[in-house]
């Protein structure tokens, strides 16, 4: 539970008792805050018994997750957290306030319930220690004006402080619990999420940008600066998106949603044109059931769609290679460094060609076409998926034969198809049948990202070199015979390291089905997969 939703529990918990205390709705704040102060006869009926043990339970909630608080901030290095942001004055006093108030409040109870006995499980107990040892009448009114100081200091500071992620959050929850999610454009709903980030640093250890010594640009940096009014393009872009942090955020905040949608409000938009491009009817046998769309990249790393082109024919599937002549992008790439309205050409184009075509599945090689296709086009009738989804239900229909190479491999999950879209078990399914996948630490939600990210336009190439290395050398810790994945970014990327041979899933099966694939044109990569002896 969150100190911001214990909170508001304590806040309607104790209205509902005061209410029922005193037997009327209209009851003023005061008194439901400061209840066992106006309080001074026990409570008698049932429900008023219930609701004060209640009220002790939520309490120590609270107060141990205070405790936590303090704790971590003290031992920060025992929770992994290397690093934390700087608070400034109005946080130390926000912070300093909101660190006194439940102590304060415990005491001020339980010396009311020493005096009047109107405590519960926990302040009763304690109220009569207190009592047997302290002078607790005397000490009663002090110890509640300290209280009402706190609170009173603690939400004077609040608007110019981090804690205003405190009732945010509540507001946030709420929303989220009724299906509200980030657009793509600054509204109420990101503004409450961008007020909501705790400022907790926890999404700092999860970036792989510190491998490349990049410390300012991490999602809760750029929240800060998004909030202040203080967000430069250095910042805003110096991100990966690969999403490796969002998972560990607390708050459960949409960080790539957020950084997205700023970057689309602080980009100017070029005029594109797209006039190059032919609309229009598209010349394909009513027979094809698949159209097939490799995508740039792809195009970039040629022995995926050689591969493709094979299983097709052994599988003797009947299908339109949509981007054949290579001059169709996808438009995620152009989303991604915030030009939304060039993105939306390319889309109409291709919207109305699949249309035209009159197939109903379309197959992409690429996790960020995937993503974009499922999420943007969302075209009625036409079904998307990835190809290690498709080359997974060809195998189940028996459409493709299995021929188990002797191969243990690592699956590295591409960002955008495992933490992005959740495809995580079709590719570990078929790659089960087809080698000896080794399970890893950092995978699925965890899972590292290249840091050939095309989404990252501010990054050196140096940079990018230390992230990948840094994935490579763990991996090599596993001793694999090769590093396969299912995106063609991550395969060029890991493919310039020429210490861990990489492939392409599709590859993989490729292999396995024909016997025969000839690889030896992917010169980056010292090892061949036509020297591997199949069973
Ligand atoms: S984005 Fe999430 S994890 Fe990062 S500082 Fe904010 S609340 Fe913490
Ligand atoms: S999305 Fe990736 S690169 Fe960007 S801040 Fe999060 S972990 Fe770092
Ligand atoms: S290429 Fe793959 S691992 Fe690298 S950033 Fe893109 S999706 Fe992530």
């Known amino acids: ?78 929770f992994g957290m290397k690093k934390t942001t700087q608070l400034k004055t109005g946080d130390r006093v926000a912070l300093t306030a909101l660190w006194l108030i439940f102590p304060l409040r415990f ?12 405590g519960s499980i926990i302040s009763q107990p304690a109220g009569q220690l207190l009592s047997s040892i302290l002078p607790v009448q005397s000490l009663e009114m002090p110890l509640w004006w300290a209280y009402s100081g706190a609170l009173g200091l603690f939400f004077f500071a609040l608007p110019v402080s981090r804690y205003m992620h405190i009732p945010v959050e509540v507001v946030m929850i709420f929303l989220r619990n009724y299906g509200i999610k980030v657009q793509k454009r600054i509204d109420g709903y990101s503004r409450i999420q961008i007020y909501s ?25 750029a929240l800060k600066h998004i909030r202040n009014r203080k967000i430069t393009d250095e910042k805003l872009f110096n991100c990966m998106l690969c999403g490796r942090c969002q998972p560990d955020c607390p708050v459960g905040l949409e960080l790539n949603s957020l950084r997205m949608t700023q970057r689309i409000e602080s ?9 190059y491009l032919k609309n229009g009817k598209v010349d394909v046998s009513p027979q094809t059931e698949v159209i097939y769309f490799a995508g740039c990249m792809t195009h970039l790393t040629p022995a995926i769609i050689k591969s493709m082109k094979e299983i097709f024919a052994v599988a003797s599937v009947k299908y339109w290679f949509m981007d054949e002549d290579k001059t169709a992008c996808c438009g995620r790439p152009l989303m991604q460094i915030g030009q939304y309205k060039a993105a939306q050409k390319l889309i109409d184009h291709n919207r109305e ?183």
């Open 107 to 118: 005491l001020a109870e339980s010396v009311s319930a020493g005096i009047h006995h109107n």
């Open 353 to 535: 060609r699949i249309l035209a075509s009159g197939a109903k599945k379309l197959v992409v090689s690429c996790p960020i076409c995937y993503k974009v296709f499922k999420e943007d086009y969302a075209i009625p009738g036409i079904t998307v998926q990835h190809h290690s989804e498709y080359l997974l239900n060809l195998m189940t229909d028996k459409r493709l034969p299995v021929n188990k190479l002797p191969l243990r491999v690592i699956y590295h999950d591409p960002c955008e198809l495992g933490r992005g879209s959740g495809i995580y078990h079709q590719p570990r399914l078929l790659l089960d049948e087809y080698t000896e996948v080794i399970p890893i630490k950092n995978e699925k939600e965890a899972a590292f990202c290249c840091g050939g990210s095309l989404a990252n336009i501010k990054i050196k190439m140096t940079e990018r070199s230390q992230i990948r290395n840094k994935a490579l050398d763990e991996y090599r810790n596993y001793n694999p015979d090769i590093l396969v994945t299912a995106c063609p970014l991550c395969k060029k990327t890991f493919a310039q390291s020429p210490n861990l041979p990489v492939h392409d899933i599709a590859e993989i099966v490729c292999m396995s089905i024909t016997k025969s694939l000839d690889f030896s044109n992917e010169t980056a990569l010292d090892f061949s997969l036509k020297d591997v002896a199949i069973k």
């Open 197 to 221: 980030c705790s400022r907790c640093g926890i999404c700092l250890d999860s970036c792989q940008m510190t491998h490349a010594a990049i410390k300012d640009t991490q999602s809760v940096y």
């Open 1 to 78: 539970m969150s100190l911001a939703f214990g909170w508001f529990l304590l806040i309607v918990v104790g209205h509902i008792e005061a209410c029922i205390h005193y037997q009327t709705f209209n009851v003023p704040a005061y008194k439901a805050i400061f209840m066992r102060y106006f309080m001074t006869q026990p409570a008698i009926t049932l429900s008023g018994k219930i609701l004060a043990a209640c009220m002790d339970l939520l309490l120590l909630f609270v107060l141990s997750g205070v405790a936590l608080a303090y704790y971590k901030r003290l031992n920060s290095r025992m």
């Open 267 to 275: 980009t100017k938009e070029y005029n594109s044109s797209y006039e």
